[in-house]
């Protein structure tokens, strides 16, 4: 199923209780947009999560449905609440309170990309971010609480994967803190948004394929696992970071010569994690 936001590929048969997401791997990038941008068609691209819709592309069959978005993240971030608007970058928007990730120009409406690079000359209208919002953003969210709607209407209990990937040097502070490098970063929001018994069982699925896992550190999830995850309503959600550099040339903003590997090592993740729920019982809320 397409729609001009988004892409969905169902499962023949839904067996699952999961849905997985990913929302900062779109690459639609228009030629008004691009046009209205100080970067290049390259740079744009540098805090895009490429290649993940790619990577999680066998998950219809074993039985979950794939949500992937259109737009890219540099044109409407579908992981920041709608409200999250930038007075530095949107005109007519007046500061409310202190928010870390709109003052580093990461709101909806993103102001930068990766290193802080300026996406724009000068400011956008609040009209243009009302309409990405409206366009973009409105229709993804409505779309993604439908499936889980779906999910736990048919199986009692419903479990998004959100899937995203990190530069390498994002976990940089974990590994001068002795410890060793994941590959991979689980974030349930500490606990707050998914149950212990799921985030165990995707942690297990992750490291029985041979990668490196910590939870929570340094990414516990953002706006999708605060928004969704209510596991006291039986629904969960946790963030998936994957290294980047595992799988993609990060400068070329290509695949590397692990690629097919690493997408062979995440069929085997997604092939156990998309058991969750169909053999014990509904997982108990916490």
């Known amino acids: 199923?397409?729609?001009?936001?988004?892409?969905?590929?169902?499962?023949?048969?839904?067996?699952?209780?999961?849905?997985?997401?990913?929302p900062h791997s779109g690459r639609n990038y228009t030629a008004s947009f691009l046009k209205s941008t100080v970067l290049d068609a390259h740079t744009i691209r540098s805090s895009e999560d490429a290649?993940?819709?790619?990577?999680?592309d066998v998950v219809p069959q074993y039985g979950a449905p794939f949500l992937m978005a259109g737009a890219p993240r540099a044109y409407v971030d579908l992981n920041r609440a709608s409200g999250e608007l930038d007075p530095a970058l949107i005109n007519g928007v007046s500061r409310q309170g202190h928010n870390p990730r709109v003052a580093s120009g990461l709101g909806v409406i993103p102001r930068v990309v990766a290193?802080?690079?300026?996406?724009?000359?000068?400011?956008?209208?609040?009209?243009?971010?009302?309409?990405?919002?409206?366009?973009?953003w409105r229709p993804y969210h409505a779309i993604l609480q439908q499936l889980l709607n779906e999910a736990h209407q048919r199986h009692g209990q419903a479990v998004l994967i959100d899937c995203h990937s990190m530069p390498h040097e994002a976990v940089d502070s974990v590994a001068r803190q002795g410890m060793k490098r994941p590959d991979v970063v689980l974030g349930d929001r500490f606990g707050a948004a998914a149950s212990g018994d799921v985030v165990d069982r995707i942690e297990a699925a992750l490291v029985g394929a041979g990668f490196t896992v910590t939870r929570n550190t340094p990414f516990a999830g953002a706006y999708i696992t605060q928004a969704y995850g209510r596991p006291l309503r039986g629904q969960h959600a946790v963030q998936i970071e994957l290294d980047?550099?595992?799988?993609?040339?990060?400068?070329?903003?290509?695949?590397?010569?692990?690629?097919?590997?690493?997408?062979?090592?995440?069929?085997?993740?997604?092939?156990?994690?998309?058991?969750?729920?169909?053999?014990?019982?509904?997982?108990?809320?916490?």
Do not use: W
């Not at 199923?1 to 990913?22: G, R």
């Not at 290193?115 to 973009?136: D, F, S």
């Open 1 to 22: 199923m397409s729609h001009p936001s988004y892409d969905i590929i169902y499962p023949k048969q839904n067996l699952s209780c999961t849905v997985f997401a990913s």
């Open 51 to 56: 290649f993940v819709d790619m990577l999680f």
């Open 115 to 136: 290193n802080g690079r300026a996406i724009y000359h000068g400011k956008i209208t609040l009209e243009e971010a009302e309409k990405r919002i409206e366009n973009h």
């Open 244 to 286: 980047r550099s595992l799988y993609m040339d990060e400068a070329r903003v290509q695949p590397n010569d692990q690629f097919e590997d690493v997408r062979r090592a995440l069929q085997q993740v997604v092939a156990e994690i998309a058991l969750i729920g169909q053999d014990r019982a509904p997982l108990a809320a916490e």
